[in-house]
Structure formats: structure tokens, C-alpha cells
DNA sequence: CGGTGACTTGACCTCTGTCAAGAGAAGTGG
DNA sequence: CCACTTCTCTTGACAGAGGTCAAGTCACCG
């Protein structure tokens, strides 16, 4: 099977694509694989031989702590276009796992052609790289939230993240979305117990910010939502300025 | 001037650096710069043409929000071998400043060298693109700390971390370090009030773990600290498992 | 010697975690 | 169809962690 046009859709956000390298990516070979709710895509681990892209649905990165007390951290989430654990073949291996948020589609990819393509085009490799670094520039932000923003506009700001990168590939409009994210996985991810992630929904909803039933969301009041969380698209990486 | 031997053996933790790789990296010319305690060693800013490598000292980067709060946060700590910037070249520019904390010398390198290598070596390419994913692997770490851990622990897992970077570097040894970061500065890193990394401080004085005298630090059981911090230092990828 | 800035401490209040219990939806087996 | 279980969401009460204000100490420096 061949590449989807979901992440090369997302390389081309970034920069130009020549014919040599657009006709590279499509001659890649895929798996495709399809992830029930909850359900382990790659496990954490020293030597990883494939990476894989999301097509649908919505995963996350989770690191199990030690000392089975159970605790976990979800540091990263992804959309339809990005390439998951690509760091996982520069690096060797992963120390996260990454889960299913929801239904989910993937494919996989062979290291061996990723191997391919740095050695003979230096372009596509660029490209591939600053892939990895937007997702460090997103823990970055993600860092920056923890520290200066209290639950409820914490909680905002990731709403806006996630509806924004949902938005630009085009599986989200009209402020309205679906987040299979437990609350309890939103307590994972923003660092606080479950019960504190649900009186920071209660204060959005009860400031009139946003509609969630279940894994429905819509943003009432995207301006506010914004103004409460301080939030600036910036970091997404969102223009295509042509390196 | 000549590039620094500190970051090619940075590189060499990672893998075996072949004659032409380090013929290139020997030839790249560098310009040398030294830093005030505080001072800006580079602006945020969409374009930047040069990126900067520390050579002693230990620099940060600096996120300051917008609305002015005066609110600002420390997203990375740098120590000598680190290229600290690296990021700057293959994304379009930075949204932090890089500040120095205490003394601190760095080179600059221009971008125009990075494009050569990125063209024509695609071996030091992804020792380069490695470089930068160790950099995100420390921000998942810290999303990770700031999530499951109280003030105390928090910090401690900042001073393991600390150390063992300046350990393995050589510019720290027999348990003892020397950190110019203020208190204020460490606030701004670990996201509570200076008046609670106080507290904080305190704590690992009373627990018997430290010997804190202004900017010179001495742990006086690093066993406990790690057990207090949960410190594991994998993520920092010190082991030289050849790619 | 006065001024500045970092560090330190205490008092008080807000934010967040923990425990406990109940409401509602979804699935299971009789 | 109806108990029965399970899981999530929800809420209240209380305790502990962390923020804020205020004041005081100390080293450094002009």
C-alpha cells in the first residue's frame, strides 16, 4: 500500500515538494493498521524497525512511570497527518508508549526506507526533520501552559491546540469536534487528578466557553476560549514559509 | 576559529564519527562570543542565519508571554557541548530567547555551513537531527516531572539532571556543581512561585540531601535524591548505542 | 553608609488532591 | 425484559500543596 496523502498534505504545509521527491514518497510502502480505543500502536522500547502516521483518529504518547503506582503522562497528541514516533528511528527506540485516543487508523512505515531517503535526498530529510522538531516545539508550549496557566485556562489551551490542528487538516470545522479523551487521560495530560479536570470543565461550561457532551465539543465562544488561555497559534508552525 | 572539540565529542557519544565527518566539522568556521551573567545571547525572531554551541557556562531558553505580565518561562537548560539553537536552523527562526545564566562563552556557526552539511554528509546530518531529538526527549522528561511531581521532588529531579549533564561533560565531578540559576529563574523553570522553590529548597536542605551555598551545590546523598526525584537517567541518552 | 537585590520566613488565602458517594449509560447473563 | 456489573462523569467535604503579601536578614557595591 502506498503513502497517504494526509502527510505528504503535511510536508507541503512547510515547504515545496519536487517531482523527484513527491514521486520517493509515494513509491514508499506502507502497512495499514487500524487501532481499537485504548488499544497500544508501539510499545515503548531500545529498538523500534518501523514508524507509523496517523490517518485517522486521534493517539497520544504515554509514559508509564515506575513503581507501579500506576501513575502515567501523556506528552504529546496526534492528528491525521502526523508522523507519530518518527523520532523513534533517529533516536534508538522509544521511551513512551503510544495509545489509541478513540478509533484510530494508521500506517506504518519501514525504517529501511527512511534510511533510504536521508542518505539520497537531503530535501525530504529536512523535511522529515523539522516534522520532529514542530513536535518539540509543541512540548515547548506544552511546557509553557504547565507553568504559567491554572486548570480551567490550561484546559483551554489545549482545547484550542487540538481543535486548531484539527481544523487545518481538515477534521474539524465549524468550531465543533470530537475528543475521545477520557477525563481521566485529560488528567494525565495536564498533570492534575480527574476530579480536578472535571471541575476545570465545569468552569468552562459554566462560563458559557464551550458545549462538551460526552466526546462532542463545541467551542461557544472561541475568541474567550482564547483570551483564557492565552493561546497563539505561533508555535504550530502553521504558515509555509519556504525554507 | 575552529570549531569546539566539546560538541564533537558531544557527537561521539552518540556514534562513530568517520575521518571525512571529522575533517568537515574541523574545517567549520566558527565565531567565538562571551556572555554576561543574564544577558541575551539570542532574540527570539522568525530568521535567524547562525546558530550558537555552548562552550562553558550553562544558558537557558526563555519564553516571555505576551500581555505584559512580566510572566516569562525556561523551557531548556544548556550546558557546554549542547547546540543550543540547532533547531533555529531547520525551523524558520526561534520563539525564545537563549539567555546566559552566570559566565558563559558559545560559538556561533553559520547556517550557510549547516546547509553544506545537510546536502553533502548525511551521516553528521542525523547525528545533527539526533542532537535536537535529545533535546525533545528532555522536554517530554520535563512534561513527565512536571505532572507526577510535588515541588520538593521536582526539583530534586532538576539538580539530578543538572549534574549528571555537567558530569558527563566534565565540568562537574565528586558530587559537587556550581549553578548560577537564581531562584526567581528557577520558579520561572519550574513553574511555581519563587517563594515556594524557596520552600522547596528547604526542603531538600532539611532532608539532608544538599549543601546549597548560593550558587554552589554539593549533594550529600544522591540515592536519596533520585529516589526523591524518581530520576532515571535514560532519557538523556548517554549510552553510545551505534545507528 | 545607604541602596540594591537575592534569599528567608511567617501568616493567610486560593488552588488542587483525596476520600466518599451518587447518577447515568452501556454491556452481560438469566 | 430485568437485575447486575462496570465505567465514566459528577458533586460535596475536607486536607494539603502552592500563591500572595509583608517584613526582615544578609551580601555586595557605589
Redesign the pocket.
Known amino acids: 500500500m502506498a503513502i497517504s496523502e494526509y502527510f505528504i498534505r503535511y510536508l507541503q504545509r512547510c515547504d515545496h515538494l519536487s517531482d523527484a521527491d513527491l514521486a520517493r514518497l509515494r513509491a514508499m510502502p506502507t502497512r495499514h493498521y487500524q487501532a481499537a480505543p485504548g488499544e497500544v500502536i508501539v510499545e515503548p522500547g531500545p529498538k523500534a524497525s518501523q514508524s507509523c502516521m496517523m490517518l485517522r483518529g486521534i493517539s497520544a504518547r504515554l509514559h508509564r512511570l515506575k513503581g507501579r503506582s500506576g501513575q502515567q503522562v501523556i506528552t504529546a497528541l496526534h492528528v491525521p497527518g502526523d508522523f507519530v514516533d518518527l523520532h523513534g528511528f533517529v533516536l534508538n527506540g522509544l521511551s513512551h508508549a503510544v495509545i489509541a485516543i478513540g478509533p484510530v487508523e494508521v500506517e506504518f512505515v519501514d525504517h529501511s526506507e527512511l534510511v533510504e531517503i536521508t542518505r539520497n535526498y537531503p530535501h525530504l530529510t529536512r523535511l522529515l526533520w523539522r516534522a520532529t522538531l514542530i513536535d518539540a516545539e509543541i512540548h515547548r508550549q506544552w511546557l509553557v501552559a504547565a507553568a504559567s496557566l491554572?486548570?480551567?485556562a490550561h484546559l483551554a489551551h489545549l482545547l484550542c491546540e487540538i481543535y486548531t490542528r484539527l481544523n487545518v487538516v481538515g477534521a474539524a470545522t465549524d468550531l465543533h469536534f470530537s475528543m475521545p479523551l477520557?477525563?481521566?487521560e485529560l488528567a494525565d495530560l495536564l498533570?492534575?487528578?480527574?476530579?480536578?479536570v472535571?471541575?476545570a470543565?465545569?468552569d468552562l461550561r459554566d462560563r458559557g466557553l464551550v458545549r462538551w457532551v460526552g466526546a462532542e465539543i463545541t467551542i461557544l465562544d472561541w475568541d474567550g476560549l482564547v483570551r483564557l488561555a492565552r493561546f497563539d497559534p505561533d508555535y504550530l508552525d502553521l504558515g509555509r514559509e519556504p525554507t
Not at 191 to 196: K, Q, V
Open positions: 491554572r486548570s480551567n477520557l477525563q481521566r498533570g492534575y487528578s480527574p476530579i480536578h472535571n471541575r470543565v465545569r
